[in-house]
């Protein structure tokens, strides 16, 4: 069964997300998530007390300012949510759209949430100008105000007074990470347009994702990356340099919403890769590395 979810969010790691704890160590002080997006790992180790505290960073400054409205202002957050769905009711797709322009003109957290629960894929997508461009999916209303008020008080409950919330690059997250957190990585595909500021606008580059894990193994850091990974023996994106020395798992995700849909039975498999020093503080020993199924490699890591 998946976590509960914030807020829907294109990529989000909900369904995946009680399999990447098998992966925690015991007596995390701080879970940290430099692409935290809707944070479905935070909020499924907050569930678990599988963390203690959070840290969530994103580069995406609506994300951001409405994960600062779930946590400090849920009950104003899930009223204007309420106004919103209930105004829209017989007008869906123009008021879409007047909601869309206001946010472009003055972006909210409530407008901000009302376009992802309405919007295509739950997709965040902006033009060349940083205005948020995504149409609506005319066969959602969003998320009832009740079910949307209960997630935002659930998270807000979960999260709340031990989460520090911040906007930097990746990389100055990692640089302030300390051997003690877990750092957990979902960096967007490469060319993925993630956020108003054209800095980020293509993605996350596998050169500079690859510098930035050899900075951050010197530094001895414990961390888990979601990367890619295959849809049946179609490989998506290139793996992680070897001379990295992660061990490399491979969790089944289900079938491919794609194949389902084209008829073919082809499932999802996901990559995770886990760092030198977390292997070392879980006290696998390297075999994991080999060539194991993934219910192999789990059994591994179920073994007391
Ligand atoms: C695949 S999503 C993460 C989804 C998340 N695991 C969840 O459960 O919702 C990747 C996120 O990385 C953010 N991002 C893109 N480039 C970034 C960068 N350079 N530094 C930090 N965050 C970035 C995007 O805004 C996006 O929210």
């Given at each position: 069964m998946g976590a509960p979810s914030p807020f829907p969010y294109q990529g989000s790691k909900r369904q995946l997300a009680n399999v990447i704890l098998r992966y925690f160590p015991e007596g995390i002080g701080r879970l940290v998530e430099p692409?935290?997006?809707?944070?479905a790992v935070s909020i499924a180790a907050a569930r678990s007390s599988a963390g203690k505290r959070f840290w969530l960073n994103d580069t995406n400054e609506d994300v951001m300012q409405l994960w600062r409205a779930i946590l400090e202002t849920p009950e104003e957050l899930a009223e204007r949510y309420a106004g919103l769905w209930q105004a829209?009711?017989?007008?869906?797709r123009p008021f879409y759209d007047q909601v869309r322009d206001r946010f472009n003109r003055s972006p909210s957290p409530g407008d901000f949430l009302y376009l992802l629960a309405r919007c295509v894929k739950a997709s965040v997508r902006y033009n060349?100008?940083?205005?948020?461009n995504q149409s609506p999916d005319n066969r959602r209303r969003g998320a009832r105000p009740e079910t949307m008020r209960q997630r935002i008080a659930g998270s807000s409950r979960l999260l709340g007074g031990r989460t520090e919330l911040t906007t930097l690059d990746y990389t100055d997250v990692l640089a302030a990470a300390t051997p003690s957190d877990l750092v957990y990585m979902d960096p967007p595909y490469q060319g993925v347009c993630t956020g108003r500021d054209s800095r980020y606008r293509?993605?996350?580059s596998f050169r500079s994702f690859a510098d930035a894990l050899h900075g951050a193994n010197d530094r001895g850091l414990s961390y888990i990356i979601s990367y890619d990974g295959r849809t049946g023996k179609k490989q998506h994106g290139r793996p992680l340099p070897?001379?990295?020395?992660l061990v490399h798992i491979e969790v089944?995700?289900?079938?491919s919403t794609q194949a389902t849909l084209l008829g073919r039975s082809a499932r999802t498999i996901e990559s995770l890769y886990l760092s030198p020093a977390l292997i070392e503080r879980l006290g696998?020993?390297?075999?994991?590395?080999?060539?194991?199924t993934a219910e192999q490699q789990l059994a591994l890591f179920d073994s007391p």
């Open positions: 692409f935290a997006g809707s944070a829209q009711l017989g007008q869906e060349s100008d940083g205005e948020f293509d993605g996350v070897r001379d990295l020395e089944d995700a289900g079938p696998v020993g390297r075999k994991a590395n080999d060539m194991l």
